[in-house]
């Protein structure tokens, strides 16, 4: 339960794939009323693997909780003979990046962009049709997340929604009541308190800005630089008690007090409070860590499954998505990274300590003052990434 979604590693022996867990998130109605799409940022391009044709290995592309379950990858060779080997990413632009630099030839034959990724893949053409005929396994995905997902892929030609999450925050219970005296409830707790607080931010411009437009009751997709920019300098004033951007390296420091207060991903902050509950059964003397979901809202993700244009390993891609289709395999991918799962079949088999968590399961009252992040327009995108850049440089 340690290993985050979202950390940058590699991993080049047994990698793979993790479905992000929510099976109530969809009786809920999660995506009932999704917002229309609207370019992301794109990061610094980096070098793409050195990948032969062989057939015997599959090679995956994706967060880290996608590569790094060795009890899946495992189940996956034994029964077909396929070795998989996987790379991790920490934003959905250093994705693309990757494979854009690569011009077809990353030799990734799997990779896991979130649903308004799909989208922007799509209009750039680095995306194959799947061929169905070899997914018999697509029926155990829930009917309602393929209807969400055609927001992003018509048709669901290209992509196949696997994983649902929310954004939320994390905090060390003894370190808030003894530096705030109160446990935060909402996204303004990080205002009132932030001359008490050290926290940190996601490393993710549309997560961070998101919250903080969110805040100040905008949509989360917002095109004005009016909006952008009040969004900015709401974010400015965080600065003096933002100790970094980091999707991952949260954990440690906030279980030691060093950290008062993490901006987390779901199944990262569910993770960790799991396993932190185990920790205090063994040594009482162990801080307590909470996960909540803010009460005003927050993001609603859902990441999907596809293969990239110029993929060498057609076949294998093909058996590794029906291969984690399976309810058991969704379960035990659901189990290890504490997200939900798509797969209708698979809420049964997941561990009962995770189905009693609450906000693994926003209600549908919640679901709906949330929002969820879209594609935006390139110049848009421009604005997003002008003001992050100043952010995160310090500039000002």
Known sequence: MRVSRRKFIRNSAYAASALMAGTTLSSCGIFDTPQPPSTTETAEPTVAPTVTGDKNTLYIYGWATYVSNTEVMEGFTKETGIKVVGDSYDSNEVMLAKL?????????????????????MHELDLLLPLNKKLLSNLQNIGEEYFVSATLYDPGNKYGIPVSLGTTGIAYNVKAMR??????????????????????????????????????????????????????FEKLRELMPATANFNTDAWRDPLTAGDLTLAMAFSGDGISLMRQNKQDREKDASVPEIKYILPASGTSIFMDMIAIPKGAPNLE???AWMNYIMRPEIAAKISNANSFG???????????????????WEPTKIYINRSGRIS??????????????????????
């Open 100 to 120: 854009q630099a690569a011009g077809g030839k990353s030799g990734y034959s799997i990779i896991y962009p979130s649903d308004y990724m799909v989208a922007q």
């Open 178 to 231: 003894e530096i705030v005296g109160a446990e935060p409830t909402d996204w303004s707790f990080l205002w009132e308190q932030r001359n008490k607080l050290r926290i940190t931010l996601l490393n993710d411009v549309r997560e961070v800005m998101g919250m903080a437009l969110h805040s100040l009751n905008f949509s989360y997709n917002a095109k004005e630089e009016s909006a952008i920019r009040l969004a």
């Open 316 to 318: 294998a891609a093909h």
């Open 341 to 359: 799962t798509t797969n209708k079949l698979a809420k049964s088999l997941v561990d009962e300590d995770l189905k009693a968590i609450a906000v």
């Open 375 to 396: 594609k935006l327009d390139p110049e848009v995108s421009r604005i997003y990434e002008t003001y992050w850049t100043r952010l995160t440089s310090g500039l000002g």
